[in-house]
């Protein structure tokens, strides 16, 4: 298979494949023309990746479940570590937006939104946080 052929096959752009390859995600074999050829363990692993990708996991993370899925020594626990450090991570970026869209909730509240200049929302954002003052 091409290039155009896997990345239909994936639903990943061609761009995001060549950069799985410069970064060793993938090694897909060369013909005598420098032209790439993946083979289906190429495309299993692309559409491998696309799928954790599409869950939150970075690359190194990727990497790392690419490795454990290709070893059949592995323990599950190793694997079930990872994907809980990144569930872990998850709920963490929850709670910060959960805390960001109460704090924004609250402003626009406060906000009157009329013709008058004093604005709670802009006075929030003025204000210097206690770290920034020193």
């Given at each position: 298979?091409?290039?155009s052929d ?7 752009p ?9 970064i060793g995600l993938?090694?897909?074999?060369r013909a005598a ?9 190429d495309?299993?692993?692309?559409a491998?990746?696309g ?7 970075g ?11 290709d ?5 599950s626990?190793?694997v079930?570590?990872l994907a ?6 998850i709920?963490?970026?929850i ?5 960001m869209?109460?704090t924004?909730?609250?402003?626009v509240?406060a906000c009157?939104g ?21």
């Open positions: 298979m091409n290039i896997v990345a239909e096959r994936t639903g990943l061609v761009k995001t494949v060549r950069y799985y390859e410069e993938i090694t897909p074999a023309n420098g032209y790439r050829h993946f083979s289906d363990t495309l299993h692993s692309l491998f990746i799928r954790a990708r599409s869950l939150g996991f690359v190194e993370a990727c990497r790392s479940l690419l490795r454990l899925y070893d059949p020594a592995r323990a626990a190793d079930r570590r809980q450090t990144h569930l872990e991570e709920d963490r970026k709670a910060e937006l959960e805390q869209r109460a924004l909730s609250h402003l509240a009157a009329n013709d008058r200049p004093d604005c709670p929302i802009l006075a929030d954002l003025a204000a210097m946080s206690p770290s920034a003052r020193g």
